[in-house]
């Protein structure tokens, strides 16, 4: 009995987390930074009907490292505040230290973590979850060769048939990142979608294809991320 009662509690919780979404939201999906830039700013909004706790902070790595591990050349104010129903606050990111690449971009990452505010009543059955939001950061030296525009056609593509299916890389010669969504192949009528992720700068990145005739490939093409946060698709260039 008191097993079956832990399990349909856990089942409850299960469906609760499912159904948890950010109340504070971010305005845009990444943020430029320009070096000749005095200070970016970045909009946050609360759209939960509760108040929350915020804190943010930039790191360098992608791997979730916490506030008092992370590191970056930036400055980000406020760190810690409160951030009341229906109400919006203001990020004023920085740059306070050198930033050693001066001929490509480099990618730091914005960290918001919300955890919603106890309430006086009814604390005994609140269940508390923190949500974090994480988004890219392009810090982009002055003088690059090039321009973020031309970045897609600008990639290098390789699609050749190896013994463990197909091999699909990409090679960015680009002083900029090309923030790659998704590789689509048709082949033998059927559309085939692979996720892809980020190229930074003179990085070379493989994705890999189950077992596909090349002979009967009719399209390739891929989705990338631009400044503005749209996804636009291009062929891909050999």
Request: aromatic share 8%; proline share 5%; hydrophobic share 40%.
């Amino acid at each position: 009995m008191k097993i079956s009662r832990y399990l349909a509690v856990l089942v409850v919780l299960v469906g609760l987390v499912n159904q948890v979404h950010a109340a504070v939201v971010i305005s845009g999906t990444r943020v430029i930074y320009k070096a000749e830039s005095s200070e970016q700013t970045i909009k946050l909004e609360n759209k939960s009907d509760s108040p929350v706790l915020v804190q943010t902070w930039i790191d360098g790595e992608s791997n979730n490292r916490r506030a008092d591990e992370a590191e970056s050349p930036f400055i980000l104010s406020p760190p810690v505040f409160r951030l009341d129903s229906g109400k919006g606050q203001v990020l004023r990111v920085r740059q306070f230290t050198d930033i050693a690449e001066k001929e490509k971009e480099s990618v730091f990452w914005l960290n918001v973590l919300e955890v919603p505010v106890v309430p006086e009543d009814g604390v005994n059955n609140y269940l508390q979850l923190a949500i974090k939001t994480r988004i890219k950061i392009f810090y982009r030296p002055k003088g690059l060769e090039g321009s973020p525009d031309t970045v897609p056609e600008k990639l290098k593509w390789t699609v050749e048939k190896q013994s463990d299916g197909v091999l699909i890389r990409c090679q960015n010669e680009t002083a900029f990142s090309a923030s790659l969504t998704e590789i689509v192949i048709n082949a033998e009528g059927v559309e085939h979608r692979i996720d892809a992720s980020m190229v930074m700068p003179g990085e070379i990145k493989d994705w890999y294809l189950g077992d596909v005739e090349l002979s009967e490939v009719t399209g390739k093409k891929f989705g990338i991320i631009n400044d503005y946060g749209s996804v636009m698709y291009f062929p891909m260039n050999p």
